[in-house]
């Protein structure tokens, strides 16, 4: 007896409902897996934050004072206008050690010590930035190892090193302004392209080192003692020597912000800028917390401003090492409340008593 064996194959309307089906399936769960590794990616930004501020604590603990913000103008020049013949080396330079980078700061072999007013090893002119302007070998030391990448200093939702502009390697912040220098990309070795990149940098108040005059607002608030932008100091500021314990007792440190994250350039279309770890120390928070909207867009990311890549909130340090997400809010907006509310955040010593909750994301 022959039996015969028929084997049946899908029709091509079945295939089609097959792969609908697929198509309906991947759509539903594509955002979830999303949602899941940006969940990841911000608790491993919130690690990398608190890594930093221990740092900050360890120094602190070393040194009797927090790091400074950044070698900016010499302490008879503190408030003087930006120039590009000071060392310019910022706050993560000094905090190497701490994260377990001994290694790249033997390299630099100018060991930055925040107790000099100048360079800090003999026969080291003063007076000169970190990626060019000291002699060899201290010049070129210093800029080959600002071009290390250490990935504790990148947010995982970002990519600072798609930048293509250029990478800042200074950020100083004096009389009601930012003056930010970068490297262009594309221009040999020197480039920006090259530099190992962060997204964290310090909080230095308002506008740190500002002596111009503040809008009546802030009397109306705070009293006649609030006469200038600098009321608003923050806890990192050009060659500082404030400690933790300085802050008062209504903001103490679990209320001040210490470090935050910035994407250093624009949030969408073509990356402009980045900052670089050896030199970007520091941003004053004038301009607010800005958003990944369209660079034209008046609240969108820009390089003088904190910003993140995470929905909704800006990830900050805070003084006691603690790390919260801060949102957006109307903090771009110059004297809003939202805007007073922040800058009382990242203020040590104004003793300020606005509600901190409905920006605060624990």
């Not at 911000?42 to 501020?53: E, F, G, I, P, T």
């Not at 009601?176 to 964290?200: A, E, F, I, K, M």
Request: net charge positive; with cysteine.
């Amino acid at each position: 007896m022959i039996r015969r064996f028929v084997r049946r194959g899908f029709t091509l309307i079945e295939l089609l409902v097959v792969i609908a089906i697929i198509a309906v399936l991947i759509g539903l769960l594509l955002p979830a897996v999303q949602k899941v590794r940006e969940a990841a990616n911000r608790m491993s930004c919130q690690n990398n934050l608190k890594q930093v501020a221990l740092a900050a604590h360890n120094y602190e603990s070393t040194h009797s004072k927090l790091p400074p913000g950044w070698y900016g103008p010499t302490p008879t020049a503190k408030d003087s206008g930006f120039a590009w013949t000071y060392q310019h080396v910022g706050l993560l330079s000094f905090l190497l050690p701490y994260i377990e980078q001994e290694n790249v700061y033997k390299l630099m072999q100018v060991q930055w010590d925040p107790n000099l007013p100048i360079a800090g090893n003999p026969g080291v002119p003063p007076g000169n930035n970190w990626w060019g302007g000291l002699p060899a070998p201290f010049g070129p030391a210093n800029f080959n190892a600002a071009q290390t990448r250490i990935k504790n200093l990148i947010c995982p939702s970002d990519n600072p090193y798609e930048s293509v502009t250029g990478t800042f390697v200074t950020l100083h912040s004096a009389f009601n302004t930012l003056t930010g220098g970068y490297l262009p990309n594309n221009t040999g070795n020197n480039g920006g392209q090259v530099l190992g990149r962060t997204n964290y940098v310090g909080v230095n108040g308002i506008l740190a080192g500002s002596l111009l005059g503040a809008p009546a607002a802030f009397q109306q608030r705070y009293g006649p003692q609030a006469n200038t932008y600098g009321f608003f100091v923050g806890m990192l500021t050009n060659r500082g020597e404030l400690t933790l314990g300085q802050a008062t007792a209504q903001d103490g440190t679990a209320n001040t912000l210490l470090i935050g994250e910035s994407l250093g350039g624009t949030a969408q279309g073509q990356r402009d800028f980045s900052y670089s770890w050896m030199g970007c120390g520091a941003l004053p928070m004038y301009w607010g917390l800005g958003t990944t909207r369209p660079p034209a867009d008046p609240t969108a990311a820009q390089w003088y401003r904190f910003s993140s890549k995470h929905t909704g909130i800006v990830q900050f340090a805070m003084g006691d090492g603690s790390v919260k997400g801060v949102k957006h809010g109307q903090t771009t907006t110059p004297l809003s409340n939202d805007w007073f509310v922040m800058a009382e955040m990242a203020g040590i010593r104004e003793a300020g008593v606005l509600d901190r909750s409905p920006l605060l994301v624990q």
